[in-house]
Structures are given as structure tokens and as C-alpha cells.
């Protein structure tokens, strides 16, 4: 059962990154009928989002194939999101302008791979292996 839960947990993380890509993609190069729909853009949390992207596929995959590496990447994604997540609250304190779906958005991902991060470093402490 631990190797399936594994596996469904990578496959998200894929599924995820691979969506936040193309989003994130998509306002960065699409042009300005899509700037334009995406309204506010925080421009430093746009390019760090889109680029973390390529890192939860990785991380994905490394959880799906029980990767020695999977809680290292999911607990640096973790600390690196809560980082960016400050930044964009300081950019807001500061009277930045900015779209509420960007903080719904940020405190998803930072949700989303702390819980992940949270349920490896358990596996670990129960000895728990990766699934090969």
C-alpha cells in the first residue's frame, strides 16, 4: 500500500508542475491578450514559480520512483516556496500591486510540498524505505 500512496503522490507532483509550467509559460510568453487576462503579475513570483516548476516535476519523479532524493527536493521546494511566499507579502505590505489568485496560488504550493515534505521526513523516521 506505501508504494501505491507513493506513487499517486508522485504522479501529482508531476501532474502539478507540469500544469504550473504551462501556466506560468503561458503569461510569460504568451502575449498581451494574456498578460492582459492575468491582470497584476507579480513578476518575481511569475519567473520563480515557472522555473520551480521544472523542480516539482523532478521532485515527482524522484517520489514516484522512490528516489533516495525525493524528501531533500520536497523539503527544498517547501523552504524555498515559504521564502518567495515572504517576499510577495512584503511586496504587498509595501502597497505593491498584485491579484489575490497570486496569494491563493503561492499558499497552495507552499501547502501542497510542505505537506509532502512533512508526510517523507515521517516515512523516514518510521523506517520506511523509498519503493524501488
Same mark, same amino acid.
Do not use: K
Given at each position: ?9 508522485? %504522479? ?20 498581451? %491578450?494574456?498578460? !492582459? ?17 521544472? =523542480? ?25 516556496? !515559504? ?21 491563493? !496560488?503561492? !499558499? ?6 510542505? *505537506?509532502?515534505? =512533512?508526510?517523507?521526513?515521517?516515512? *523516514? ?8
Amino acid at each position: 500500500m506505501g508504494q501505491n500512496v507513493q506513487r499517486v503522490i508522485g %504522479a501529482v507532483a508531476i501532474g502539478f508542475g507540469v500544469l504550473t509550467l504551462i501556466s506560468g509559460s503561458s503569461v510569460l510568453f504568451g502575449g498581451e %491578450a494574456i498578460s !492582459a487576462m492575468a491582470g497584476e503579475v507579480v513578476h518575481g513570483i511569475l519567473w520563480f514559480n515557472t522555473l520551480s516548476s521544472v =523542480v516539482y516535476v523532478l521532485a515527482g519523479l524522484c517520489i514516484f520512483r522512490g528516489g533516495r532524493h525525493a524528501r531533500a527536493l520536497a523539503t527544498g521546494l517547501a523552504l524555498a516556496l !515559504a521564502i518567495a511566499a515572504m517576499g510577495l507579502a512584503a511586496h504587498i505590505a509595501t502597497g505593491g500591486a498584485y491579484e489575490g489568485r497570486t496569494v491563493g !496560488a503561492m !499558499a497552495l504550493r507552499l501547502g501542497f510540498w510542505l *505537506a509532502i515534505a =512533512v508526510w517523507l521526513w515521517r516515512r *523516514a523516521a518510521d523506517g520506511a524505505r523509498p519503493a524501488a
